[in-house]
Nanobody, 128 residues
Framework: QLQASGGGLVQTGGSLRLSCAAS????????IGWFRQAPGKEREGVSC????????YYADSVRGRFTVSSDNAENTVYLQMTNLKPEDTAVYSC???????????????????????WGQGTLVTVSS
């Protein structure tokens, strides 16, 4: 189960921190991804983190402004968003997938088509 929170209304240039609280699975075997969907647009993966080694990924549109982190003791992943722009306005959701590859190996967290556990979204609105 995944629970996202922390969305809200912020002015251009402001900051927000989203939280994704996870339960019901072995944290280290999974990756947590952050996705967003703006009105009339397709959902996009913006960031992710592998919980075993904390390797991470950022989409070009957010790199340098967003930071993903995890608190494994609390089973929570955060997305710190800074220098927010109106184009960041969207519903943000967190999702998870098991990164272990049958037969050995691990997927990178940016295998965005693999995510199969989803939480509800939280709305981020950036005013100009």
């Amino acid at each position: 189960q995944l629970q996202a929170s922390g969305g809200g209304l912020v002015q251009t240039g402001g900051s927000l921190r989203l939280s994704c609280a996870a339960s019901g699975f072995t944290f280290d075997d999974y990756a947590i991804g952050w996705f967003r969907q703006a009105p009339g647009k397709e959902r996009e993966g913006v960031s992710c983190i592998s919980l075993s080694d904390e390797s991470s990924y950022y989409a070009d549109s957010v790199r340098g402004r967003f930071t993903v982190s995890s608190d494994n003791a609390e089973n929570t992943v955060y997305l710190q968003m800074t220098n927010l722009k109106p184009e960041d306005t969207a519903v943000y959701s967190c999702a998870a997938f098991r990164v272990i590859v049958p037969g050995g190996g691990r997927y990178y967290c940016n295998a965005f088509n693999k995510y199969d556990y989803w939480g509800q979204g939280t709305l981020v609105t950036v005013s100009s």
